[in-house]
T-cell receptor, first 112, second 113 residues
């Protein structure tokens, strides 16, 4: 069945450093890849997304890259700040547009 | 608040009881999703509605789970004969027909004793 694997499960960085989270997906029909940030006790919120016809997308300190051939996509956060500390989830959605499969999450700690 | 809302926010029940949760999506959104999230895991897809039609249901969803969206607006998720393994956060999300982003509700945290 469809699967999204996410690594690492925990990531600790110093404030100002970069953080990279990687995901792989199994369903070649996936064409939409969102990233969500979830703070403790709160709902997941979309931070950036990318469609399969694009290789890279950037929004201020956040960027996402997609390698459709290898079925890999990654989240890059530069100049990390303590408020970036949260759990980040990658996800993949199929062409039909309804079934979204999430990764298990990466807990990011940004140390001041 | 014009976002997705869910009720109740917390539910504690005894094993074997039935529970029902409600989700009110963003008003113009015709797509509605239910997910289950356990501690340390990502949201797990349960089911999807487009308007009032239930178009997809996860194989993980046992016969004890049922969802409805009778008028294409709010949705309910019922769990019959709850088990301790049903304890989780149940998240609802909605999406417009034209957009990509799913907007999540605050979730209903279920604890089965």
């Amino acid at each position: 069945g469809e699967n999204v694997e996410q690594h690492p499960s925990t990531l600790s960085v110093q404030e100002g450093d970069s953080a990279v989270i990687k995901c792989t997906y199994s369903d070649s029909a996936s064409n939409y890849f969102p990233w969500y940030k979830q703070e403790l006790g709160k709902r997941p919120q979309l931070i950036i997304d990318i469609r399969s016809n694009v290789g890279e997308k950037k929004d201020q300190r956040i960027a996402v890259t997609l390698n459709k051939t290898a079925k890999h996509f990654s989240l890059h956060i530069t100049e990390t700040q303590p408020e970036d500390s949260a759990v980040y989830f990658c996800a993949a959605r199929d062409t039909g547009g309804f079934k979204t499969i999430f990764g298990a999450g990466t807990r990011l700690f940004v140390k001041a | 608040d014009t976002g997705v809302s869910q009720d109740p926010r917390h539910k504690i029940t005894k094993r074997g009881q039935n529970v029902t949760f409600r989700c009110d999506p963003i008003s113009e959104h015709n797509r509605l999703y239910w997910y289950r999230q356990t501690l340390g895991q990502g949201p797990e897809f349960l089911t999807y509605f487009q308007n009032e039609a239930q178009l997809e249901k996860s194989r993980l969803l046992s016969d004890r789970f049922s969802a409805e969206r009778p008028k294409g607006s709010f949705s309910t998720l019922e769990i019959q004969r709850t088990e301790q393994g049903d304890s989780a956060m149940y998240l609802c999300a909605s999406m417009s027909g034209a957009g990509d982003e799913q907007f999540f509700g605050p979730g209903t945290r279920l604890t089965v004793l």
